[in-house]
């Protein structure tokens, strides 16, 4: 009820905090549970479901109760265990799961009522009447669900992330872990040393052992100023290794800026990747506690808590406390805590010949069978030899054996050992690969144990990296064997607590028993134990052991249940590893950009890419203004439209030609220099994969293009090809969709617009023809490609020139091409130019259409093997009688809508009557109405007939003709102009 | 030679440069690039005289640098031959080998560390899964850095030159900015 | 998972696309009789063991080769990696 002495504190500087809106004080070194306690604040919670009064159970990161929220505003964070929250200045606290206060807490009610809220009772309640669920049951569990409350706002932290690499990672800085580092670093190889305390020591921070007949602090102060002066070790604090994963990675999350009041440099968490060669697993033990009725009030706590928050923090929650154990360990806390002046009631040992560690009443061969004091610990019922009486205390620390912290080493799988001998669960075989354990975590907890574990582990895996470590001088230190029994909770009628934060009793297993939910999954899933934030912690092995008796079993025929990352909860924000807001993934923009902002163009996110929408000009106020306008400016004049953004993938090599053609499923061996052939690429199952053009530069010099959104996996089945199918042929690959900016002409006008651009080269129709290509220089003697190739269906050239200049030329051609109507356009009109001259594009080629209903079956070559071929004329494929049509809307007023699903005219709107989908829409400026590109059964047989366009997601029905997807120029003179 | 103005790949009116600590960053447009990939039966050229570097090396010469990139292909940068069309003149050097422009394909960043090694160690923790071993003074390695693909060039001890997509060039140079200031704001004692 | 690539040693998986079984490899000759059956066969039939696997990764953040990789799926331990290429060539001679 007040601070003791010692404990390593800074008692020189004082820390004020407030919980619940009271101001206390504490000191730097305090954590905010142990601050609290030494205020001689028990209540510190209310329980998940029975809104119970708890208090503190635990000192570390295996809290189960004590969970508060921290801060306020955009930064406060709920379920924050106030065991490992580090004590500053102005912190600010408030407890959750309580209404109106945690001393009056309306939600009470529920324990009064637990027969209700037995295991499994949502399996079981709230199914009737079954209209009462959407309308009542589901939103008032809602609103009693949980435990803290979420800001709601965007999280104004900053994260970071970052990636180590050593030959050493020590993950626990106990006894055994310093040890281990030591041991290792010595040698010069690369050592990580991480722990999730703000200081190294582990336990040995809360034991009043000595080390060499000098107290820990001292032989701890001596370790770490040898760990910082070597420049091969990396200590991090605050540092939870959160998950182990494939061949030596593992997740780590260093604490930056939580401890401080202000995040500083901004920073609060990083995300460390570290890939260790080989891994000491020194994260020790976690106490277990031994269920008794009514063993959840506050002030009582695990008996290592208490020495703990006596030793290492000089506090005590009472004047008097007692002991409840089934092993020599809790005798200790007695021992420590009468050291400092701690009234002991007794220690109250399940063993019949029970040793004190000191002077102070021992009960032995006796249990706790009660507690009373609602809001904090008054007293406990003990029973001996069948006999009652009470004990005052306002604290009980309870001790039932030590279970290791193994999770990280089934992480892949390794299921745990049980030993009899320990009474414990130890890692099993299985493990991650390289990761050895060392000190408690592998059942060698007593000091001298753990110091002898730490090096030789460090020996044996820096052996198998072969380097030759020596044994370091270890201090002396106890080395007794604790005894212990197999004791693992009191029989009895009242509830009796297993899970904390789950609120799962003794009652609740054997329920579960009952009802058949034995196996530990099911016994798991069934009561939920285990499954709170604290993971089980502090009650998976408790639970195994009551289970194990209820069906008469050994616990390793029980089993136990395989842990998984992470190990303490990690928040989202920091897996995110920094990467927010706009920056959270990188955007590709294209050579005329700049240009395009500067003119007002909104764009769009075409994968990774911005591209221009449209340029809109003074007046227009609607999309469509500016959109109609550049279709309709380009068909009369000539526009002009940055097309970057298509992949170009450079292909040289004697090969080169063989090499497309086979890629292709039309023919390539007769294209000449000079020229440029459209191109089908199929995937090997038949289905279309993307077009392009392939333009032949020169003998062994190929540009094949892709579209924007398929670039990527192109390039990749190319590689594919090129190193896997063909190795034998010769022949290069390189991406250039960078290199060159690229531009579309196209127009009546394009001709003139671009000989005033071209330095004296013929491009007329004779010396440049449709579908040809060649290098030339522009505006000066400026390097350049065009290919006369034409996605709109109008007379049309790509241009290519380097990228650094692709603004410049767009500005350049825009203005030279003012009285030709020169007009810029971006996406919308790029798209509604070629669904006007039914040229597929992405829509068509989704996956799911073939050459043959794109109208390119023909297309295929059965004269050569080329991707696809084969599998294209399966009768599956074949049998598929959609076909590529256009789609006209008969209103002028009615919307064409891409996704609708076709129907002949009047039939029932059901999937079995489905004939077919639009893929593509838009409004034709040119023909004043919605038109659209599709998919339609026997299309080309149903020219001039009228279907229907269901949209029933939108309650929409609209009626269309069937024509040719050739809306404009359908004989292509235009093109060849 | 031509009156079109060129843009810069970071988008500014000049090679964008930034300080924070003891880092610099300076962007560079002023390299000719362009890749070499061998062909059957060819034997590695020597171009401007000096062999082609080994598996994840890089050269430095009076020309320029040449970076291994892939088996049997590499790349070249010249400085200041940005304008030229420096894939011809390599086609020369290099005769019966696949050259391809790569000048305008990226973006080129230069990292530079006034206080020794330590800051670009602790540059490159922050930025790339590598061990730093691998990327020792002389050394090059493409992998991912904020998402996007580039390669690293450790110049020297004190000095990184990094090249990625020139399209994504300003997301690069924010993720750099943004790292070389948060190292700058922290201390590591 | 660290790739162990033969060139330029111990890199993470994060660098590399999985393009899928290594039976990939064995594309049958689409001219040849019967070439739709053993399409079929090589496109969708796979053993699918538990257990030592040989698959294809691509080193798409790295140097572009595709790499001829042996996995065990129950352990995820990598038993090697070659270069799919290399791999090719020497079942069917040089190729010249």
């Known amino acids: 009820m007040s601070r003791l002495d010692g404990g390593l504190i800074d008692r020189s500087r004082t820390l004020s905090f407030t919980f619940d809106g009271r101001r206390y004080v504490g000191h730097p070194g305090d954590t905010l549970a142990s601050a609290l306690l030494a205020n001689g604040v028990r209540l510190m919670g209310r329980s998940f479901k029975y809104h119970r009064p708890r208090g503190v159970l635990t000192a570390g990161s295996e809290e189960p109760s004590a969970l508060v929220e921290l801060r306020s505003g955009a930064r406060r964070e709920p379920n924050t265990k106030a065991t490992v929250t580090e004590l500053y200045d102005g912190l600010d606290a408030m407890s959750q799961n309580r209404w109106p206060s945690l001393k009056f807490d309306a939600l009470g009610v529920n324990d009064f009522v637990s027969p209700l809220f037995a295991a499994g009772f949502y399996y079981k309640t709230f199914m009737w009447p079954k209209a009462f669920w959407e309308k009542l049951y589901e939103p008032a569990i809602r609103r009693a669900a949980g435990l803290g409350r979420l800001s709601m706002e965007p999280d104004p932290d900053s994260y970071d992330k970052g990636f180590l690499h050593c030959d050493l990672l020590v993950i626990g800085a106990g006894a055994a872990g310093l040890v281990a580092a030591l041991t290792a670093a010595r040698t010069g190889k690369r050592v990580i040393l991480a722990d999730e305390d703000f200081r190294l020591g582990g336990r040995l921070l809360s034991e009043s052992h000595t080390l060499g007949d000098a107290p820990a602090t001292d032989w701890l102060a001596g370790r770490e100023a040898e760990l910082s002066s070597l420049p091969n070790l990396r200590i991090m604090r605050r540092t939870t290794v959160f998950g182990a994963y494939d061949h030596g990675i593992y997740g780590a999350v260093e ?9 500083s440099n901004g920073v609060r968490q990083t995300l460390w990747r570290i890939t260790a060669r080989r891994t000491i697993m020194a994260t020790g033990a976690t106490e277990r506690h031994i269920p008794f009725a009514n063993n959840d009030r506050p002030g009582i706590m695990l008996a290592g808590a208490l020495r703990a928050y006596a030793n290492r923090w000089a506090a005590c929650p009472a004047g008097r406390v007692a002991i409840f154990t089934n092993n020599d360990d809790g005798h200790r806390t007695a021992s420590d805590l009468a050291a400092k002046g701690v009234e002991i009631a007794g220690v109250i040992d399940t063993r019949a010949d029970a040793q004190p560690l000191g002077d102070y009443p021992v009960f032995p061969g006796a249990v706790v069978t009660g507690s009373k004091g609602r809001l904090g610990l008054n007293s406990v019922e003990i029973t001996q030899e069948g006999r009652t009486q009470t004990l005052t205390c306002g604290a009980l620390g309870v001790s039932g054996g030590w279970n290791p912290n193994l999770q990280l080493a089934s992480h892949h799988r390794g299921r745990p050992v049980w030993s009899e001998e320990k009474l414990a669960f130890l890692p099993g075989e299985g493990g991650p690969r390289g990761l050895v354990p060392a000190g408690a975590a592998n059942g060698e907890g007593s000091t001298g144990g ?42 009895g009628t009242a509830r009796a607590w297993v899970d904390f934060q789950n609120d799962v009793t003794v009652k609740d297993i054997a ?36 289970m194990a008796e209820l069906t008469g079993r050994s616990i390793p025929e029980t089993g136990t249940t395989i842990f998984r990352p992470p190990y303490t909860p990690v928040s989202l924000g920091v897996l995110g590893g920094g990467d927010t807001g706009a920056e959270f993934r990188p955007l590709r923009l294209t050579p005329t950009h700049e240009w395009a902002k500067a003119r007002g163009a909104p764009f769009t996110e075409v994968g990774p890419w911005m591209r221009a929408q449209y340029f809109p000009r003074p007046g227009e106020t609607h999309w469509r203004d500016s959109v109609d306008r550049e279709v309709l400016a380009t068909r009369a004049g000539v526009g002009i439209c940055d097309v970057t953004t298509l992949g170009k993938v450079d292909v040289q090599g004697a090969d080169a030609l063989e090499f497309v053609n086979r890629l292709y499923c039309n023919g390539f061996k007769t294209l000449k220099v000079g020229m440029v052939r459209y191109g089908l690429m199929l995937r090997e199952d038949g289905i279309a994969m993307d077009d392009g053009t392939c333009a032949r530069l020169a003998e062994d010099h190929l540009v094949v293009t892709t579209t924007t959104s398929q670039a990527g996996p192109v390039y990749r089945h190319m590689e594919f090809a090129r190193q896997c199918l063909w190795p034998d042929l010769d022949v290069q690959l390189i991406s250039t969709t960078d290199a060159w900016a690229q531009l579309s002409v196209a127009g009546p006008h394009a001709r003139r617009l671009l000989e005033r651009v071209v330095d004296g080269v013929d491009i007329s ?29 109008e007379l049309a050239y790509e241009l290519a020139v380097p990228a650094r200049y692709g603004g410049a030329l767009m500005d350049r051609l825009v203005t ?14 790029l798209s509604v130019l070629r669904i006007e001259k039914g040229h597929a594009a992405g829509n068509e080629l989704n996956g799911q259409t073939t050459a043959q209903m794109l109208g390119m079956g023909r297309m295929v070559s059965n004269k050569k093997d080329s991707i696809g071929a084969v599998l294209s004329r399966r009768e599956g494929l074949c049998a598929d009688r959609r076909t590529l049509v256009g789609l006209q809307a008969m209103d002028a007023g009615a919307k064409v809508t891409a996704g609708a699903h076709l129907l002949s005219d009047g039939a029932e709107e059901r999937t079995e009557m489905d004939e077919g989908w639009i893929s593509s829409a838009c409004h034709s400026p040119h023909l004043g109405v919605g038109i659209g590109l599709g998919f339609l059964e026997d299309g080309a047989r149903r020219m001039g007939e009228v279907i229907t366009a269901a949209n029933p997601l939108e309650g929409q029905s609209t009626r269309l003709r069937v024509v040719s997807p050739h809306f404009i120029d359908p004989d292509g003179g235009r093109v060849r102009d | 030679m031509t009156d079109l103005i060129p843009s810069l790949a970071l988008g500014g009116d000049a090679p964008r440069a930034f300080d924070a600590g003891a880092i610099h960053l300076a962007e560079n447009p002023g390299f000719g690039i362009a890749s070499v990939a061998l062909r059957r039966n060819c034997p590695p050229p020597t171009p401007f005289g000096v062999p082609l570097p080994g598996t994840a090396e890089f050269t430095e010469a009076e020309h320029g640098l040449a970076l291994w990139t892939a088996q049997n292909q590499w790349m070249l940068l010249a400085p200041g031959r940005a304008e030229e069309d420096f894939a011809g003149a390599v086609k020369v050097e290099a005769p019966g080998t696949s050259v391809t422009e790569q000048t305008d394909a990226w973006a080129v960043i230069e990292i530079r560390s006034s206080d020794g090694e330590g800051p670009i160690t602790a540059l490159l923790e922050k930025l790339v899964d590598l061990d730093p071993a691998t990327l020792g003074p002389g050394r090059v ?39 070389a200031a948060q190292l700058a704001a922290v201390r590591y004692s | 998972m660290l790739i162990p690539h033969p060139l330029l040693g111990p890199r993470d998986a994060q660098e590399f696309t999985y393009l899928g079984d290594a039976k990939l490899l064995d594309r049958p000759d689409g001219m040849a009789p019967g070439a739709a059956e053993a399409f079929f066969e090589y496109l969708y039939l796979r053993d699918n063991r538990a257990g030592v696997h040989e ?6 953040q790295g140097d572009r080769a595709i790499l001829l990789v042996t996995r065990d799926t129950t352990t995820h331990e990598i038993l090697g990696a070659v270069l799919a290429r290399d791999a090719v060539l020497s079942r069917t001679g040089d190729g010249t």
């Not at chain 1, 030789?456 to 230190?477: F, I, Y």
Request: hydrophobic residues 45%; charged residues 20%.
């Open chain 2, 141 to 179: 390695v493409r992998t991912g850095l904020a998402h996007q693909s580039v390669y690293v060039l450790r110049r020297n001890a004190a000095e990184l030159t990094v090249l990625g997509m020139r399209s994504a060039g300003a997301s690069l140079w924010n993720a750099l900015e943004t790292a």
């Open chain 1, 765 to 793: 129709n004779d010396a440049c023809p449709f579908m040809s290509c060649r290098e030339l220089t522009v505006c000066g003697g400026l390097r350049a490609r065009l290919f006369r190739i034409s996605f709109s269906g």
């Open chain 1, 511 to 546: 329920l579960a028993h009952q009802e058949n939910m034995r196996p530990v999954e099911h016994l798991k899933r069934w009561t939920t134990l285990g499954m709170a934030t604290d993971q089980g912690k502090t009650s998976n092995v408790t639970a195994l052991a009551i």
């Open chain 1, 255 to 263: 604490r930056v800026g939580d401890h401080a009041p202000d995040a």
């Open chain 1, 816 to 829: 030279l091409g003012e009285d030709l109507g020169a007009t810029p356009y971006g996406t919308e009109a």
């Open chain 3, 55 to 60: 698959e294809l990764w691509f080193h798409e």
């Open chain 1, 450 to 491: 753990a110091l002898s574990s730490g090096a030789r582990a460090a020996q044996a895996v820096l052996a198998d990296l072969g380097v030759d470590a020596a044994m370091p001088e270890l201090p002396e230190a106890e080395d007794t064997p604790i005894k212990q029994s197999a004791f693992w909770y009191v029989p």
